[in-house]
């Protein structure tokens, strides 16, 4: 936190020496040892530690995986198998970078929620909030470009699919695809450039993390109260060995789950045909993304009308990337002066339905958009005909029997008759993403600005301390 | 419970990825009775013995058609394998592993000293000699379909639960409907027809079976263009261009064991999720020791926690 003093004192000689060409020690000191952090933290604040060890394990286990995978077309499906059959304990690391992209995302998903929750993005807090919206963007671009690299089926058609978004916008849109795919179509050269970006990319993350954590000591850690620290003594404890431990615990915890999945269920967050090597002759036919984009991916489809001179497929695409972009406007679209929606009783029923409209909106990704949830009355039988004379019509049967008579007779008499399913109406997955996405816009862009402005907030504590003694306790007893 | 935050996530996280199906219109294969000893938690291991009759089946009745080019035959006798031996720890010294690669001539990549090209018997290091040269002498030979290589197909299929694709090969290949039930006719030009009646609960009708096809429920697909009756309730299912290959006594099992079609579907199934994940044995070994040691290690790091935080409010 700024203005506090550093308690680092070099014993040695040797950091004497360095602490006065370098104070990398202190640096490190300061911010992880004898940092002042709040002691109200709960399990929530444990997901920024998750997911520094989950970069980490990225990283690592991707260093080793890039020794032993070839990027072309040819050979790229077959090197991951070998690295899984060949490479001594590949299917380990393959198997952890795997199952690890999708609980770094997870993770990421819970952190944000967290900051969404308790006010994180607000001041003085904003360029945090903005970075650590940066490092999304970032993830969701690696993740999207390591998803291409074995090469099978949903790489490819997955990939086509991104890419073709960026073809919607006018004018450059054609060349800022073919630019993406290196030529007329995804190809070696696409693979090659996505594993060259797949590489450099986290290095990018782990830059912008640094800056990350830089902007969160400058203000120190949020809250569950939402209130500033304002006694070091009775509010705060040193990060270490108070969180250390706290976020050490966690992150054990976290890592159960991990190698749940790891050794139980290793291919169970991934899409069966990705196992199918990729043939660009051969459309799946159900094209998902991973199961982390699928409220995009469902926003996307959402949108199937025009909205004036703008088309379907457009608008489709500035909704997915306006979804993440009102991120980053967030901390200037909530007008609350109360952080926390602890003492938001309003807020926190509609983040409530934030919470659930995105995930019901994944279900809509996964979805085929066009399947009922709801129906409403049964399918019925419909014999279209021309008959003898000529004549065009159609009749709608309940029962099969009298349809197919209906259709033999019409026949038989020197016509033709088909006959066909009448599907019956139905709240179907487009209505519901539809839906779902009008409640998301609307959540940022109209329920927080307004409802900052009327909600009353209700039984905000005076400080962290009196959070955690009750405002009627006498004195706190000062931390250890 | 703060705890068990974490837990529910991931928990939501993979009942979205279970919704995610795309198996059009296909049957929901269902495993074996009793499941599969694999996939039983913390520690499922493979039937060795099962291995090495699906081993047996493969070479006598699928490698015909389907290749397995990730597969050399060295894995056979890798730990974990159906001819895996203490005796041999390298598998390239062991003997059955040897007599079974010398069965087959292969094309050696490096040709003589006069340029001509080299055939030989093929040693534990070779790969699984592939039936067709290429991909257009494979659909040439089949009626134009292509018969997949095999050596992933169990992870390829299902949705990612551990067994779940032995579950599709196995409900797949004892799917075919009972010979008897295809009954044969001839249309007005005096061409064979053979077609299938359907009479349970709602799903009444016939289905014809084109020519050079064969219907399984298992299979994904469409059965609407050939079915005549009601098409609300059109059988599952799709037509697979794959004759039925195990009936009863297809092969002669070299253990002795009856050679019903439930159990050479089984053992095949067992043996190609054995392919399509090797090390999986040296996974389900370490697994159990690695959840262990990690919940150790909460545990120690909760009363840690407690020791150090218990003269703090928070």
Known sequence: ?480 | MNLLRPLFAGLGALALTLAADAAGGAKKAEAPEGGWSFAKVPAGQLDKESLQRGFQVYKEVCAACHGMELLSYRNLGEKGGPFYSDEYPNANDNPLVKAIAAEYEILDAAPDEFGDPVYRPAVPADTFRSPYPNDQAARAANGGALPPDLSVITKARGKGAEGDGATYVYALMKGYPDPDKIKSTTDAEGNPVNYLEFDKDYTVGTLTQPLGVYYNPYFAGDTTPQWEGDPRHKPYGGFIAMPPQLPADRVEYMDGTEATTAQMAYDVAMFLHWAGDPKQTQRKSLALPVMLYLVFLSILLWFSYKRIWRNVAH
Not at chain 1, 153 to 168: E, K, W
Not at chain 1, 328 to 341: A, C, E, G, N, R
Request: negative net charge; contains cysteine; proline residues 6%.
């Open chain 1, 1 to 480: 936190m700024s203005g506090h003093e550093s308690t680092y004192e070099p014993k040695l000689g040797i950091t004497k020496w360095l602490d006065s060409r370098l104070p990398i020690v202190r640096l490190a000191h300061d911010s992880f040892v004898d940092f002042p952090t709040p002691k109200n933290l709960n399990y929530w604040y444990t997901f920024g530690g998750i997911l520094a060890v989950c970069l980490a394990i990225q990283i690592i286990t991707g260093v080793v995986l890039a020794m032993h995978y070839t990027a072309t077309v040819d050979e790229a499906f077959g090197s991951v198998e070998r690295i899984m059959r060949d490479v001594p304990f590949g299917w380990l690391i393959r198997n952890i970078h795997m199952v690890g992209a999708s609980m770094f995302i997870l993770a990421v998903y819970v952190h944000m929620f967290r900051g969404l929750y308790y006010g994180s993005y607000k001041a003085p807090r904003e360029v945090l909030w903005l970075l650590g919206c940066v490092i999304f963007l970032l993830m969701m671009a690696t993740a999207f470009l390591g998803y291409m690299l074995p090469w099978g089926q949903m790489s490819l058609h997955g990939a086509n699919v991104i890419i073709n978004l960026f073809g919607a916008i006018p004018l450059v849109g054609e060349s800022i695809q073919s630019w993406l795919m290196g030529g007329p179509s995804v190809g070696n050269q696409t693979l090659q450039r996505f594993f060259s970006l797949h590489y450099l990319l986290p290095f990018m993350i782990a830059g912008v993390v640094i800056l990350h954590i830089w902007a969160l000591h400058v203000p120190g850690n949020n809250n569950p109260t939402g209130k500033e620290v304002q006694d070091v003594e009775k509010d705060t404890v040193p990060f270490h060995p108070y969180y250390t431990v706290k976020d050490g615990f966690a992150i054990v915890v976290f890592l159960i789950i991990f190698a749940a999945f790891v050794f139980y269920a290793p291919n169970v967050l991934g899409h069966a045909d990705n196992y199918v090597e990729a043939n660009p002759l051969v459309t799946p036919a159900h094209i998902v993304p991973e199961w982390y984009l699928l409220p995009f991916y469902a926003i996307l489809r959402a949108i199937t009308f025009n909205i004036g001179p703008i088309e379907a497929k457009l608008l489709g695409v500035i909704f997915m990337f306006g979804s993440i972009a009102v991120l980053f406007l967030l901390p200037w679209l909530d007008t609350s002066k109360v952080k926390s929606m602890r003492y938001r009783p309003v807020a926190k029923q509609f983040f409530l339905g934030f919470v659930v409209a995105c995930l019901l909106l994944s279900w809509c990704g996964a979805e085929n958009p066009d399947n009922p949830i709801i129906k409403m009355g049964d399918d019925k039988l419909v014999v279209t005909y021309t008959d003898a004379a000529g004549l065009e019509g159609s009749r709608v049967f309940e029962e099969y029997a009298p349809a197919s008579q209906f259709r033999d007779e019409t026949a038989a008499a020197g016509g033709t008759a088909s006959l066909g399913i009448q599907v019956a109406p139905a709240f179907r997955f487009l209505h519901l993403s539809q839906l779902m996405t009008l409640y998301y816009f609307a959540y940022f862009l109209i329920i927080l600005p307004f409802l900052g402005l009327r909600e009353r907030p209700k039984g905000e504590p005076d400080s962290i301390h009196h959070s955690i003694l009750g405002n009627d306790a006498p004195a706190a007893a000062p931390a250890e």
